[in-house]
């Protein structure tokens, strides 16, 4: 996808980074502290316990090199061979905005990070976050996507289910063949975007639909969208909820009758 002129930049910044064999904390700044959404545990001594973490999930790392307090595995998720940089910061030496701040460099740099207690993983590729939900499911994290600069979303309408939502949508565009996903994402169809191709994984459907628990959550949901080279054209929200679209047009006309705002993204070609 397109990047801002300070995203390539501060990518410049994670190619020095990744020649460290320790993350530090940037001496004598301010320190970022860690996100309040990454749990405290589960903590661990060294990489080898989350390796067996992993392990335990069902997800077996094969380790591909070590670093100090560091080392790279390479797992395999539905085919497809993904390499975990796994670091962990001893907690004897390190406090938990310390280890926040390490985490802000990598994410300021444009990179997602698994994260909690006082340990944090890149997942590779980087820009398909399925991989970083799943070992993050797997292991007890959270996904902390790079903080992309949002625009002001506006605080209304708000729905109280996704159903409410699609029902919003069906009057003004179509939102018909719905389908819920275990994730409690909500597909449907609309008349606006039916010759226009979409993820494979839509099957027939052209717009998915999400509310969210709160607007920090949705927030990181959109910048997630944001960061995968395969998402979808255009995302609408506003409140507790986002639209996404494989149809710019369709979203254009949706954030006009809905009161939402347009987020548009192209995907890397």
Known sequence: MKRTASILTALLALAALTGCDRFEPRGGKPLDPMPANVPATPQYTTPDEVVAALARAGIPCKVLRRKTGALDCEARISGTAVENQIQVLNPNEFSRDEVGDSIAAW?????????????????????????????????????LPPPYPLPGIPSTPAYRSADALADALDKTD?????????TGELLCGTRASEKKSCDASWANHHALLMLHDSAAARDDYIRLLLSNDHTPAAVVTAANWTIQFCDPAAARATADTLGGVLIRHSPTT
Do not use: H, M, Q
Not at 110 to 137: C, D, H, M, Q
Not at 174 to 182: G, I, P, Q, V
């Open 107 to 143: 994410r300021n740099s444009g990179t997602t990070i698994v994260a909690a207690g006082n340990w944090f993983i890149r997942v590779l590729p980087n820009g398909t976050p399925a991989y970083s939900i799943k070992i993050a499911e797997a292991v007890g994290a959270v996904v």
């Open 174 to 182: 179509s939102c018909t063949d719905r389908e819920r996903r275990s």
